[in-house]
């Protein structure tokens, strides 16, 4: 361990750290349309006034009313160099029943080593281990060369607006690499589930369910092709395999309505409209347009034996698969990082989901490795938690990590 790492761990303030955490967590950041103050601005204002009081000079960038980026530079001291993104996101998802907690989920109680709230690990852990590191290399005198952003974003739990607002602003561009601050428990995390979301409507015309022939079923057109939609899971099983990191691919209807006019459901009426919601999670071997084409095949397949059907079909959102190379300079920076801290070898995953990290990939083609403190399995969660060692040591390899990847040439 050099010089410049001694004295940036040394720099690390980890009661600080803690108790920044601690804040952020009982700061509800739930964005819900119909939940006034509780959205992303109160969590980005305390990202804001944080970096403020270090001398920083954070811009805060509205993407909606309400709903504000964070982002914040730190210059290098060594001149000229590369630019590396860490970045993590403010919006947390409901709690859901307060009853089905331990603790309050918006408490921020420290129990042990482990501090329990909604967003504790997903991701608010990361995002405070993030900037005290970044604050550590500033004290340190920011012994690196080029430049380290810090990218706040809202709405990684929806629609990812808040990243792709930061890549249209040019927040992103000619980034060397990204580290995505998400919970993996450990992991290096350098491949990612492709995530393909569509609906599905058909419509039909609305009879007496006693006399169906005087009508179309919208329901029925449906579920046959739902029923025929659902094979394709297993062609991509045997086409493609078992990801060593990242398992076997997946197609998941989530949600089917029916009708959709506003007029209640009754049992003797055949439906005039319905729509399903697929959430597909992809291998980086598959190509999402391919499996666009083959359901509109499957629609054309189905209406040859009911030319009364009608189907339309929406992209709602389209983020690839990322898979960064194991030899990659950023991953083996996290790597040699992780293994100072630890004393072990990292272990090398893939995230079951996916991160604002593939938006960054689909639109910037920016390598990304996903690293950060907490159980991978636990966010969404009732008791939530973040065990707080592990922040500690997530900050203390993104410091050496941003200084490993930051003298490295080759990258």
Known sequence: MNDATTRARAQLDTDGMIAFLQALVRTPSVYLPDMPGANEQAAAQLVYDQLTAWGWQPLWEEV?????????????????????????????????????????????????????????????????????????????????????RLLVPIDEEGMMIGVKALIAAGHADGAAGAIICEPEEREICIAQKGSLRLRLVSHGRIAHGAMPEEGVNALAAMIRLLDQTLRIEAQLHVE?????????????????????????????????????????????????????????????????????????????????????????????????????????????????????????VRERGIPVVVYGPGDKRIPHQPDEFVDLDEVIRAAQVYIIAALGFLSDSTS
């Open 64 to 148: 909606a009313p309400g709903r504000p980026n964070v982002i914040a530079d730190l210059a290098g001291g060594a001149g000229p160099g590369k630019l590396l993104l860490f970045e993590g996101h403010t919006d947390v998802v409901t709690p859901g029943d307060p009853e089905a907690w331990s603790y309050d989920p918006f408490g921020g109680e420290i129990v042990g080593r482990r501090l329990y709230g909604r967003g504790a690990a997903d991701m608010k852990g990361g995002v405070a281990a993030m900037l005290f590191a970044a604050r550590a290399l500033q004290l340190a005198g920011a012994p690196f060369a080029g430049r380290i």
């Open 240 to 360: 493609h395999g078992v990801h060593p990191l990242l398992g076997r691919p997946y197609i998941t209807p989530t949600v089917i309505r029916s009708p959709l006019n506003g007029d209640a459901s009754q049992i003797n009426c055949i439906p005039d409209r319905c729509d399903a919601f697929l959430d597909i999670r992809s291998l980086p071997t598959i190509v999402h347009e391919a499996i666009i084409t083959q359901i509109r095949g499957l629609i054309q397949k189905v209406r040859v034996d009911h030319p009364d059907y009608r189907f339309d079909l929406e992209v709602i959102d389209d983020r690839p698969s990322t898979e960064t190379p194991i030899d990659h300079p950023l991953v083996q920076s996290v790597a040699t990082a992780h293994q100072q801290v630890y004393g072990a070898a990292p272990i090398y995953g893939g995230v079951p989901g996916s991160t604002d990290g593939t938006i960054l």
